[in-house]
Antibody
């Protein structure tokens, strides 16, 4: 079992950056690929990117390439997602997810990021 | 990567069966045996129901059944219950990952 607790809601202006964190506890954090998935209000789930268990490699959805960075700190069992050049369309709930063998097993509670002038 | 296509909504009466389709391409659903399904109740995080096309995690009732043919995966819910009313998403591995557009299930 892995428990994922995310940082609190954020309100940002267009063009700003945001960093969302996700602290894991329970099972071995370092054995999971960690992902970010977002959900705009009233919309579906959208996969954004992942970091490998070692933290040495990342993959991002093409539409977020160059705008997001996913990192993890093994010593503190914490995952981070930083997104830059925010626009109103980035208003969404952002979930961190622990994945093993292509299964999104454990989800954080979600962090609402609101982008508004 | 385009989202996988699901019907916007399906409905059924208690006890009936409903099936949700998830159509992708030969680069995602058709290419890998790694289709999963997630259930999401309003205001909650998604929960995995099916993985590897047709495997259920422990604790998921056997009323939920997954299958795949070609580029289309399906989730069948038999013996529909009130608590099954939720949004359902398919997801396919494709080197990266892609979710379906989501289906709202209504229990009449």
């Amino acid at each position: 079992q892995v428990q994922l607790v995310q940082s609190g809601a954020e309100v940002k202006k267009p063009g700003a950056s945001v960093m969302v964190s996700c602290k894991a506890s329970g099972d071995t954090f370092s054995s999971y690929h960690m992902h970010w998935v977002r959900q705009a209000p009233g919309q579906g789930l959208e996969w954004m990117g992942l970091v490998t268990p070692s933290g040495e490699a990342t993959k991002y959805a093409q539409r977020f390439q160059g705008r997001i960075t996913v990192t993890r700190v093994t010593s503190t069992s914490t995952l981070y997602m930083e997104m830059s050049s925010l626009r109103s369309e980035d208003t969404a709930v952002y979930y961190c997810v622990a994945e093993k063998n292509t299964v999104f097993e454990y989800w954080g509670q979600g962090t609402l990021v609101t982008v508004s002038s | 990567q385009s989202a996988l296509t699901q019907p916007r909504s399906v409905s059924g009466s208690p006890g009936q069966a409903v099936t949700i389709s998830c159509t992708g391409t030969s680069s995602d659903v058709g290419a890998y045996p790694y289709v999963s399904w997630y259930q999401q109740h309003p205001g909650k995080a998604p929960k995995v129901l099916i993985y590897d096309v047709n495997r259920r995690p422990s604790g998921v009732p056997d009323r939920f059944f997954g299958s795949k043919s070609g580029n289309t995966a399906s989730l069948t819910i038999s013996g529909l219950q009130a608590e099954d009313e939720a949004d359902y998403y398919c997801c396919s591995y494709a080197g990266t990952y892609v979710f379906g557009t989501g289906t709202q299930v209504t229990v009449l």
